[in-house]
């Protein structure tokens, strides 16, 4: 029989029964769709959290105060510890290998602004901070290391922030720049404002406030002592894991501490970090492919289910075929032919389906979700396989029959 014939037959076969076939291409259709939709969503949340550690700063290690607990993990390591000193950020910068430093100072406190006020989180630092966690301004400037010396009360805002206390410039509220502010009683002038970086929630950039680090310690947090961060740009990528390893004796030493063990800091490496989060998301996507792979098998069950219920019903038409000279290589090619169409039928639907749902996530709501070709290709190679793995067993339970029983079949 030609191939053409049997793709002919197979598709009448299928269109015989449009509801139930449609019913059984649902299992398929829903199986395809998940796995599209929620590897998508998978694929976001991995490219979404590799963005965001790269939009930190290239080549960059953060010293954080706290010491190791019976865990692993540091206490004190956002903000509650006081072991870091500018004296340490200076002391680093004679390190080998070392760009640049920019000690940190963070608190939340509140602003109040023309249009509006909100608790908003302030970040002490000098001016070297820009270029290592690459801050970029739609307008004015970042703060000098003059105004920071002079404890200058001068701010750069993030987008969100911005908005918060001056409006949305689109929609008539006021242009921050030149505009002045409350800070804990205290006026600041701002002299800056950040491109938008995306993210939301408190811990984005874009709600920030940066001030000058003298600034922060003496009129903001009544100290002028410690910082809560260090962030150190290395000279290159491949120096980092040196740098890491020098920042730690050099703070050992410092902070007169012989038991590495008991390090009263954490030296964290961006390039860990980005590898840890990338293959913890990768992770997330197996796994929510392997749940909607469960679906695929329950719709893959039901196209075996429509199939046998096929063969007992046509159980005369496969005999009479056999008996005018069809071989069984010949029954068992056409039902396979027809599970294979039901499961790739359902598989471009499932697709279309899939990627609208991906679609409708990204734009009407804030996760990212990316649609990849490997697994638009890999769905489409699963609808497949399930159609002759699942089809396999009732195309050969036809060729199987006796001719002259199955004509006999009522």
């Known amino acids: 029989m030609k191939i053409g014939d049997t793709f002919e037959e197979a598709v009448i076969a299928?269109?015989?029964?449009?509801?139930?076939?449609?019913?059984?291409?649902?299992?398929?259709i829903i199986g395809i769709a998940s796995v599209i939709a929620l590897t998508a969503i998978g694929q976001g949340s991995q490219a979404s959290i590799t963005s965001r550690i790269e939009a930190a700063g290239s080549n960059l290690l953060t010293v954080i105060p706290g010491f190791s607990s019976g865990s692993g993990l540091?206490?004190?390591?956002?903000?509650?510890?006081q072991t870091l000193t500018p004296a340490d950020a200076t002391a680093i910068t004679q390190l080998n290998n070392v760009q640049a430093e920019a000690p940190a100072l963070t608190g939340r406190y509140q602003a109040v602004g023309a249009s509006?006020?909100?608790?908003?989180s302030?970040?002490?630092?000098?001016?070297a901070y820009q270029s290592i966690r690459d801050v970029t301004l739609t307008e004015g400037t970042f703060f000098t290391a003059e105004q920071d010396s002079s404890a200058d009360k001068v701010a750069v805002l993030g987008s969100a922030a911005a908005t918060d206390l001056f409006g949305d410039t689109s929609s008539g509220g006021t242009d921050p720049l030149g505009q002045t502010f409350r800070l804990k009683n205290l006026t600041f002038t701002v002299i800056g404002v950040a491109t938008a970086q995306g993210g939301f929630g408190p811990q984005s950039a874009d709600n920030e406030i940066y001030v000058p680090l003298t600034t922060g310690q003496r009129v903001l947090a009544g100290q002028a002592k410690y910082v809560n961060t260090i962030y150190v740009q290395a000279a290159t990528q491949n120096s980092m894991t040196q740098l890491q390893s020098d920042i730690s004796d050099l703070l050992l030493q410092r902070h007169?501490?012989?038991?590495?063990?008991?390090?009263?800091?954490?030296?964290?490496?961006?390039?860990?970090?980005?590898?840890?989060?990338?293959?913890?998301a990768r992770t997330l996507t197996i796994l929510l492919a392997v749940v909607a792979g469960i679906s695929l098998l329950v719709g893959g069950i039901g196209i075996m289910n429509m199939m046998l219920t096929t063969v007992t019903e046509r159980t005369r038409e496969i005999g009479l075929?056999?008996?005018?000279?069809?071989?069984?290589?010949?029954?068992?090619?056409q039902f396979l032919v027809e599970a294979v169409l039901l499961t790739f039928g359902g598989g471009i639907v499932g697709v279309i389906l899939g990627w609208g749902v991906a679609w409708g996530v990204k734009h009407f709501t804030t996760t990212t979700t990316v649609v990849t070709t490997q697994w638009v290709i890999l769905a489409f190679g699963l609808s497949a396989l399930i159609g002759i793995i699942f089809g396999l067993y009732p195309a050969r339970r036809a060729s199987a029959l006796n001719p002259i029983q199955a004509l006999r079949y009522e």
Do not use: C, P, Y
């Open 74 to 81: 540091a206490r004190g390591q956002f903000g509650g510890g």
């Open 321 to 333: 075929r056999k008996a005018i000279g069809a071989q069984r290589r010949d029954i068992s090619f």
């Open 256 to 280: 007169n501490i012989t038991d590495s063990s008991k390090a009263d800091f954490r030296v964290m490496n961006q390039s860990t970090l980005a590898s840890t989060a990338t293959s913890t």
């Open 14 to 28: 299928v269109t015989a029964n449009k509801v139930r076939s449609g019913l059984t291409m649902l299992g398929i």
């Open 122 to 127: 302030v970040v002490s630092t000098t001016a």
């Open 116 to 120: 509006g006020n909100a608790n908003e």
